[in-house]
């Protein structure tokens, strides 16, 4: 596809600036260009069609089924956008004072109530902006905890399990803790003897997320939890899979000590392609001092922001959080009331009918009812036929469904993460597996037309560490000859 640049011939217009209401202002000379910039030029119906061509190139859940593990691609119901631009909340300042935001902090602090009830810990700041930045923030909370008791320097190892979402070790090591893992035993649960062996007076915490990344509860969360306080330490929940458990157990009651919640994995968001999200994180009373601030309070009938709490780590992000995220989270859990239960059943539901349809033709490393995902490993077709998980994710995008996601969580060889969502239908996930099937058969029969895949789109195998490291993001006008992309 040619690009708009390319495309471009002096004198077409799309559109005319309209003549000012008011005198020109003078530019004064030193400031004015020398020559026009060099903008695309095309008429209106070119311009209209190349980004509708553009458009009609992307993939989204709104075109097709997007089970990508770990990362909860669910439907963002329309009803939530049109709440979300409601004047009073698409037109509000983040400066307006609190009197004139009474509406706003009304529903932040009851989108706070429902955090706290879901997740069985009663002190939650909405601030961070996503779930590694709610990770970031809890470990922030773990050293004000500790230095607050003179544990500060003695405490500095944070333990993850070997399953852990790649961000956990990133914000442990941003956080400045040292950072240890612990092994996951044969049936998927956390290895409690090596976890027994790793845990001293040294440790700060654990992060965990339950269920893992294999999509597996861990049966002996409530050891893990008596092993962590038992030495003194915390315990950090990674809340993106709350999606299996909502309304079904609460991370508070597991013994967790700090959350945080993924709004945008968890209670919708338009969020793919990286954002908007909301992290927020719920803490026991014990941590609630060390909150960000502001915080959200209620006196009687009015609402305010609190920024007098001073213990307070301080602020993590600007203003008050990702309002937007929060207006449409907050929709969400209102449409769904109790029956966000059966969200997350029918979330686990799907999952395990996937699973239970595709184990005889793929591995299945853990042979144990799933969670809300599931992890299958190609390392047998690749033993057998040479065709990989990659393969396979490069065939789906044929028959138009995204991949799954793969090579994670690492402890699986060739691994095919997959997460249905509850919002898709019987017939959408026979699709997926009737696909799935067939592939398996190609890569016995034609093993190459799984290597050489996909076959139908615009692009096929791309160079993605050359895609990474040597992006070409603007037009070089002729000064690059790699820059003129006609794929
Ligand atoms: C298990 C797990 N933890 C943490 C995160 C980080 O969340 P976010 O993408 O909102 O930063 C993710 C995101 O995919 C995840 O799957």
Redesign the pocket.
């Known amino acids: 596809m040619e690009l708009i640049y390319e495309k471009s011939k002096p004198g077409r217009r799309a559109g005319r600036i309209p003549r000012p209401d008011l005198p020109v202002a003078p530019v004064p000379d030193a400031l004015r260009r020398t020559s026009p910039p060099r903008l695309p030029e095309v008429s209106e119906p070119e311009l209209v069609r190349h980004f509708t061509a553009l458009a009609d190139r992307n993939f989204g859940i709104d075109t097709g089924f997007y089970p990508l593990g770990?990362?909860t691609m669910k439907h963002n119901p329309r009803v939530n956008e049109r709440v979300v631009n409601l004047p009073g909340f698409r037109d509000l300042h983040p400066l307006q004072e609190d009197e004139g935001a009474q509406g706003a902090l009304d529903l932040m602090w009851r989108l706070e109530q429902y955090l706290i009830e879901m997740t069985g810990l009663p002190g939650i700041s909405l601030q961070p902006a996503?779930?590694?930045?709610g990770?970031l923030t809890g470990l922030m909370l773990m050293r004000a905890y500790f230095a607050d008791r003179g544990e500060g320097e003695q405490r500095d190892t944070i333990i993850t399990a070997d399953t852990a979402?790649g961000?956990?070790p990133a914000s442990v090591t941003m956080a400045g803790y040292k950072l240890e893992k612990v092994a996951t035993d044969g049936r998927g649960n956390l290895d409690l003897d090596d976890l027994r062996a790793k845990v001293n007076e040294h440790t700060a915490g654990l992060m965990l997320?339950n269920p893992s990344?294999l999509g597996l509860f861990d049966e002996g969360i409530e050891q893990v939890a008596e092993i962590f306080h038992g030495a003194g330490a915390l315990l950090y929940y990674?809340g993106?899979?709350l999606n299996a458990v909502v309304g079904k157990s609460r991370p508070g009651d597991m013994g967790f000590d700090i959350v945080h919640i993924?709004l945008?994995k968890t209670f919708s968001q338009p969020h793919g392609g990286g954002g908007p999200?909301g992290?927020p994180i719920a803490v026991r009373d014990t941590i609630e001092p060390y909150l960000p601030v502001p915080r959200v309070v209620r006196d009687g009938d009015t609402f305010r922001l609190d920024r007098d709490r001073p213990k307070s780590i301080g602020r993590v992000r600007g203003f008050a959080g990702p309002f937007g995220v929060f207006v449409r989270s907050y929709a969400f859990m209102r449409a769904y009331g109790p029956s966000l239960q059966e969200m997350s059943e029918v979330a686990v539901l799907n999952a395990n009918y996937l699973l239970a349809r595709l184990r005889a033709a793929y591995e299945l490393p853990y042979g144990r009812l799933c969670m809300h995902e599931f992890v299958l490993s190609a390392r047998q077709l690749k033993k057998e036929h040479g065709v990989s998980a990659l393969d396979i994710a490069k065939r789906l995008m044929d028959f138009d469904i995204h991949p799954p996601t793969i090579y994670f969580p690492l402890v699986v060889p060739e691994a095919l993460m997959i997460e249905p969502t509850e919002t898709e239908t019987k017939e959408r996930l026979d699709h997926f597996v009737d696909v799935m099937l067939q592939i398996a058969r190609e890569a016995a029969d034609s093993p190459e037309l799984l290597q050489d895949a996909p076959h139908s789109r615009p692009v096929r195998r791309l160079d993605e560490v050359r895609a990474a490291k040597q992006q070409i993001v603007r037009h070089s006008f002729g000064a690059s000859p790699t820059a003129s992309a006609k794929g």
């Open positions: 770990s990362c996503a779930g590694s930045q990770e979402h961000t956990n997320t990344t990674d993106a899979n993924n945008h999200g992290g």
